[in-house]
């Protein structure tokens, strides 16, 4: 009796376990490079030259929504992988058709589009923040206030890859204001371009005003974005493949990657086919017997395959088939 009560418990036990794990499970996102239209002739007069800002705050945003912990953020190396092989063009950043087909393809629950909508100074105070190119630097060229305040507005809607449908919406912005300084000085003067790449993530820029205001504006993002998280809902992707190459180690090779949604950290169950059950009437076969021979943890995954760990009382074979454990 005190034996089958042990066990009942830790049944009960196992069971708050998984449920909590269930509803705590991170959701999968990417971050598209933000559209920066609205500010690009501002940008471009600031900083001398044409220069990506909306790609600067996916980055800043990508490692704050990190170090939140709430989502799992698919690697920018893979997005801008499946950017280029889809022929995605500036024009599309903010739209939430192209984003969702974008998403569908890295297997992502949804995909973060945005804008910016404010970039620079506080264009309310007349005659403040002004930008003066003298002997190649950035100030306050001319300006008889001195007080500059740098202002940075953001926009950012999480899209459902599965419908495009707009599932949350935040806007933010982010202020800094300083003395004796234009929006990009730390004292008058600022020459952060180096061969003329704008890093946004560099000291450099956040020791700007500008700089603080951008990185204010993508915390604020973060923070919003990580309270709408329980708007996003949970796809359960159907996973089916087979075991393309097997080692003596346990070491397996499946023929289905990332987009089929493969991630790191899933348990595939593995299959092995014992008989056919064919038609009588036809020989066609109407239904496969198979029988689960072990566990797959996946430990790497590109877009066509994925390695991982295969535990069970037989060795796996190619040919086996991997499907979602049940």
């Excluded at 034996?3 to 196992?14: A, D, H, Q």
């Excluded at 020459?191 to 604020?220: P, Q, W, Y």
Aim: proline share 2%.
């Amino acid at each position: 009796m005190i034996m089958r009560r042990s066990i009942l418990i830790w049944m009960t036990c196992c069971a708050v376990i998984v449920s909590a794990d269930a509803q705590t499970a991170k959701k999968r996102i990417a971050v598209m490079n933000f559209d920066y239209a609205t500010v690009q002739n501002y940008v471009q007069s600031l900083f001398g030259s044409n220069q990506d800002v909306g790609r600067g705050i996916a980055d800043l945003l990508v490692d704050k929504l990190v170090s939140g912990g709430v989502y799992s953020v698919i690697e920018r190396q893979a997005l801008d992988k499946i950017l280029a092989e889809q022929n995605f063009s500036n024009s599309d950043r903010a739209d939430p058709a192209s984003a969702a087909k974008i998403g569908k393809v890295l297997g992502v629950d949804a995909i973060l589009v945005g804008s910016i909508t404010q970039f620079g100074r506080d264009d309310k105070t007349t005659g403040v923040g002004g930008v003066g190119a003298v002997t190649g630097r950035f100030g306050i060229g001319g300006v008889s206030h001195k007080k500059s305040t740098a202002v940075v507005g953001i926009t950012a809607r999480l899209v459902d890859t599965s419908t495009a449908e707009i599932l949350a919406s935040v806007s933010e912005k982010g202020e800094s204001t300083r003395t004796d300084t234009g929006v990009l000085g730390g004292g008058g003067g600022w020459n952060g371009l180096g061969a003329g790449a704008l890093d946004m993530k560099s000291s450099n820029f956040a020791n700007t005003i500008l700089g603080e205001a951008t990185n204010r504006a993508v915390a604020a993002v973060s923070t919003a974005l990580d309270s709408k998280a329980t708007a996003l809902p949970v796809h359960t992707v159907s996973i089916s493949g087979l075991v393309a190459d097997a080692a003596a180690d346990g070491t397996v090779v499946i023929n289905v990657g990332s987009r089929a949604g493969v991630k790191v950290g899933d348990q595939l169950q593995v299959r092995r086919k014992v008989r056919e059950i064919k038609d009588p009437s036809t020989g066609k076969v109407i239904r496969s017997v198979e029988d689960a021979i072990g566990t797959l943890v996946v430990t790497e995954v590109d877009e066509q395959s994925a390695v991982g760990k295969f535990t069970g009382p037989s060795p796996a074979k190619v040919g086996d088939t991997v499907r979602n454990a049940s």
